[in-house]
């Protein structure tokens, strides 16, 4: 399973970059707008960065708006995915934009249904938002693994990437689920590293080691 980060903090991925972690970053527009840089610059600055995917979603909702915001994208870095959202509009962009070969995240995904036609009209990826569909008492990694399910009986080349993650376990649950991709705020995966007993037994080995070294010269 890939991990992305969600955000658009360029420090953050450049820190998370240096890991050799990222292979890939997902942005949207409120997390560029809590940026205070234009979506053209910090795409580019991320892209620079980051070889994997990066998402940049676009702000039209009308089919022809769409296209021509995606096709600016797309010539910003060849490595930029154009979030298109799942709507009517949304999926006949896709379906344009995909036979033009610029790569399609088709994003706000809540059912099988609309992940049926997502891959269907040819996405490289599709995002169930899980943490968004158990606020509302949903199971939002069931659909996750409905979606790994079906895409494989269909052989569709689309991957799942679980997005709206909400805690390290929903991480843990999309890899067992067989998610081709997991995007994570920086928040939840610094969570990932941490367990107290990591932090108990390398306090325990130093405070011994403590007690011998003067004996090891």
Not at 33 to 42: H, I, P, T, Y
Not at 83 to 112: D, Y
Not at 113 to 133: E, H, M, T, Y
Not at 165 to 189: D, F, K, N, Q, S
Request: charged letters at 20%.
């Amino acid at each position: 399973m890939q991990i992305f980060l969600d955000t658009a903090n360029l420090e953050e991925i450049k820190k998370y970059a240096s890991y050799g972690l990222l292979d890939g970053v997902t942005t949207n527009p409120s997390l560029i707008a809590k940026e205070g840089v234009s979506l053209e610059k910090r795409i580019k600055e991320i892209c620079a960065v980051v070889d994997g995917p990066v998402s940049a979603e676009v702000l039209a909702t009308d089919y022809q708006g769409m296209l021509d915001e995606a096709r600016t994208y797309a010539g910003w870095a060849p490595n930029v995915f154009v979030k298109l959202p799942l709507t009517m509009n949304g999926i006949k962009a896709c379906r344009t934009l995909t036979g033009e070969s610029i790569h399609v995240n088709m994003t706000l995904v809540f059912s099988i249904n609309q992940a049926i036609l997502a891959a269907k009209a040819g996405a490289d990826l599709v995002s169930p938002f899980v943490g968004r569909l158990d606020d509302i008492s949903e199971d939002g990694m069931s659909l996750v693994r409905d979606m790994v399910q079906v895409f494989r009986i269909n052989s569709w080349g689309a991957k799942v990437l679980a997005a709206s993650i909400r805690h390290p376990e929903h991480v843990a649950e999309a890899a067992r689920a067989g998610a081709g991709i997991v995007t994570i705020p920086p928040a939840i995966l610094e969570q990932m590293f941490v367990h107290p007993l990591t932090e108990k037994g390398l306090a325990q080995f130093l405070a011994d080691w403590e007690k011998v070294k003067d004996k090891q010269k």
